[in-house]
């Protein structure tokens, strides 16, 4: 066996997945950040009502699946 040495190239290191590309403005940093947006307010608020659903739809579930093995043993046995 033997050993066969490479040579480095600039950026070789790097891993083929790398999205962080040197060759961005610092202006803008992405095509979105080009479309004007006034209902930023709204998209926040509609985030936050339906961050806010998931959480009780959770809880919910958590709720129900403690309780549905309670009531089924309870009407099982005439309790």
């Known amino acids: 066996m033997t050993?066969?040495?490479?040579?480095?190239?600039?950026?070789?290191?790097?891993?083929?997945?790398?999205?962080?590309?040197?060759?961005?403005?610092?202006?803008?940093s992405s095509v979105l950040d080009l479309i004007p947006s006034a209902d930023d307010?709204?998209?926040?608020?509609l985030v936050r009502r339906t961050e806010r659903l998931g959480i009780i739809v959770v809880i919910a579930m958590a709720i129900f699946l403690v309780l549905a093995p309670v009531v089924y043993f309870a009407l099982s046995y005439g309790i």
């Open 3 to 28: 050993f066969v040495q490479r040579s480095v190239r600039e950026g070789a290191t790097r891993p083929a997945n790398d999205n962080d590309s040197h060759t961005h403005t610092p202006e803008v």
């Open 41 to 45: 307010d709204k998209v926040a608020d």
